[in-house]
Structures are given as structure tokens and as C-alpha cells.
């Protein structure tokens, strides 16, 4: 089970950091945040996988930083120098082989 945390309001130019917390270990599994805006599909912000190698969509590199802590069973998304279009519910995941896990989102808006 996982469970988002950390979202809330922000002006631009701001960060954040969203935490997920998992039930049980997650050291063998892929980590990834994903995301979803209004009316739009759902996006892979970023992963991470067991080895801690990582991935970014285009749109967040170079502002947003994901971690894990497998003996504290978190992962997190740095985020910075945020942007309205940020705004969205975000969702962390672990993934391994074709079986996903999905947790409760937490909204994050970039406003002013």
C-alpha cells in the first residue's frame, strides 16, 4: 500500500517535496510519480529503479529530483522552480515486472 503526501499550494517559483510512504519494503521494485491535470492524460513525472538509475519527462528535467529510501520505505519528488502548468494530482507507484501498485494522490497547485 502507498500513500502520497506533501502537496498543497504554491506560489511560482516555489518547491515542494512530496514524500510517498509504502507498507512494506520496496527495495526490488521500480518507483515512479506520475501525474494528472484537469482534463489532461496522466504523465510520468519521474522513476526510479532499484539500482536508483533514473528517468524524467522533458518537461520537469533539471527542476524536479526523485530519491527513494528503501530502509525507510519512502521515495520523494524534489521539486523546484515549480510552474503553473505543474498543477496536477500526483500519484507515486512501484512497479515490478507487469504488476503495478498505485497509492492516493496528492494535489499540488502553482499559483499566485
Known amino acids: 500500500q502507498l500513500q502520497a503526501f506533501g502537496g498543497g499550494l504554491v506560489q511560482p517559483g516555489g518547491s515542494l517535496r512530496l514524500s510517498c510512504t509504502a507498507s512494506?519494503?520496496?527495495?526490488?521494485?521500480?518507483m515512479g510519480w506520475y501525474r494528472q491535470a484537469p482534463g489532461k492524460p496522466r504523465e510520468l513525472v519521474a522513476s526510479?529503479?532499484?539500482?536508483?538509475?533514473?528517468t524524467y519527462a522533458d518537461s520537469v528535467k533539471g527542476r524536479f529530483t526523485i530519491s527513494r529510501d528503501n530502509y525507510k520505505y519512502m521515495v520523494y519528488l524534489q521539486m523546484n522552480s515549480l510552474k503553473p502548468e505543474d498543477t496536477a494530482v500526483y500519484s507515486c507507484?512501484?512497479?515490478?515486472?507487469?504488476?503495478?501498485?498505485w497509492g492516493q494522490g496528492t494535489l499540488v497547485t502553482v499559483s499566485s
Open positions: 512494506g519494503t520496496i527495495g526490488i521494485y521500480t
Open positions: 507507484v512501484a512497479v515490478l515486472g507487469r504488476s503495478e501498485y
Open positions: 526510479i529503479t532499484r539500482y536508483s538509475a533514473t
